[in-house]
């Protein structure tokens, strides 16, 4: 991922201020916290009728996915 771009799309979307640059640690903090309000039931009803292996969601949670985002490597 490159930081320089997703920072210039939060700022046009209004979702980060311009007066800073985006830091790794600002992103994660706000995927952290993005990733503990979603409603995991509904999204794997959305997704269900893309997937082939089912039980592949078995793992979707806000800890699985704080936890990619970990191991992410940020440019």
Do not use: C
Request: net charge negative; no cysteine; hydrophobic share 45%.
């Amino acid at each position: 991922m490159n930081l320089a771009h997703a920072g210039a799309r939060l700022i046009q979307t209004g979702n980060f201020s311009a007066d800073k640059s985006l830091t790794l640690v600002d992103l994660q903090e706000m995927l952290h916290k993005r990733f503990q309000e979603i409603d995991y039931q509904q999204a794997k009803q959305d997704v269900l009728p893309f997937i082939k292996n089912p039980s592949a969601l078995d793992l979707w949670g806000a800890d699985f996915f704080v936890g990619i985002t970990e191991k992410l490597d940020f440019q």
